[in-house]
């Protein structure tokens, strides 16, 4: 089998490439750069050996991405045609060469592969920087900083920052993080020179001798920090249920907390109601603190913590959407419901439609409930054709509370009443409408007309309790008239 060498040429001092290296490159038939702008070439030259380079694919190409596909199919072809081809890259082979890592996965069954190393950039920046890296330190490919996000809790290094174009996209990005005024050091070690420049993240673009061989370091964030993670907000709630934290919060359990995250689920869902962006951001926070609450109780008795949270949810989503994540297709919202309805019974292996209907929370409100039960009923096919069919049940069930409602039968009362509400949950499914929000929309317009109606009242001198019914119906009539709007909750 042909075979494929792999060469690291270092950060670009001609006395740090290794003498296995230097011995491969020297003997090398069929020697491939990946890009001739690379400080050691010229004493590759003048060691008088002769090479083949990538760059003119760089010339000829609309992206990165589109550059390292050409340049790894141009190595694998040339290792099909030549017994032995020697690649020689900057740098590290595994660090930051996206090239490297499509030749490993395309070469398997095509050439053997041998991956000499080298000292790598890092090595060199650690070394000019004073950084034990040992401390944390995350290395981001520059021109994936949107898949690749930086760690505030640890240093960072930015690699291939090519141009000031490049470095101003960097800094944008970067500002996403990072406040305006956060320092930063940007660097150029290569070929034994070594230029560094601290400077605030606003002036990286700023800076003129900006080239291939520069990156950019941003040390950890200790104090000042544009946002807070979900680490921070998992070690704060760790210190609250620590000895020296607050005697309520350590006192608390699983059981202890269940009103408070029914209390902050219910906060939220006004808000959203609302519209009201600054209510939605805090009751949405205090809906995550109780899960993160519940996250720390449950590490400190051995059961689950934080992560087995966040990783069960993952997996759920990408098991619950096969036709996103995998070959089923769905076109449509109740294709997609269908999806979800399926990949679930599957994951829980539920042999019948009524373990699903049973397995609705019967904590939840009864509307939400009967509206939950009869749509995974419909998955079912048990369901009327259409909203007419919902419509004739309810004018059913009306009459036959008509039958009773003046009886003394009063569990049969109940359960018509029962029915009654039943079936009208079931023309809201039909009509794509919460049952329970729009129970609550009708109790706030009733709170609205009532408050306009006693105001009215009073501007005629009269208290509601000595007026009659009659009186208070013509009042009624005109609060009717009032426009309402969700404003008026307010």
Sequence with gaps: MNKIIIVG??????????IKAL?????????????????LVDDLKLEGLSFHSCDDIYDSSDNFEEVYEKISDRIINMAKENDEVVYAVPGHPFVAEKSVQLIIGKSKGIAELQIVSAMSF???????????ISKGLKIIDGLRLGEQNPDMDCGNIITQVYSKIIASEIKLKLMDYYNDDQSICVLRVADGIEKLQWI???ELDKIEWVDYLTSIYIPKVVDNKKFNTIDDLVSIMKILRSDSGCPWDRRQDHQTLKPCLLEECYEALEAIEEEDIESMIEELGDVLLQIIFHAQIGKENGEFDINDIVTGLVNKLVTRHPH???ETEASSESGALENWEASKRKEK?????FDTLESIPKIMPSLTR??????KAALAGFDWDSVDGAMGKVDEELLELKEVYKSTKFDKIEEEIGDLLFAVVNVARFL????????????EKFLYRFKFMEELSLSLGKNLDIMTLHEMDLLWDKAKTQKFTKNDKK
């Design 122 to 132: 890092i090595d060199a920046v650690s070394a000019s920087l004073r950084i034990d």
């Design 370 to 375: 009967s509206y939950k039960i009869q749509q």
């Design 23 to 39: 011995n491969i490159l020297k003997s090398a038939k069929c020697l491939v750069l990946r890009t001739e702008k690379h400080p």
């Design 349 to 353: 292996k539920v042999k019948c439609y």
């Design 324 to 326: 996103v994540f995998g």
């Design 9 to 18: 040429l270092g950060p670009g001092d001609y006395e740090d490439l290794t």
């Design 432 to 443: 794509n409408i919460q049952p329970e929000l729009a129970l609550r929309g009708t109790i």
């Design 200 to 202: 605030k993240l606003y």
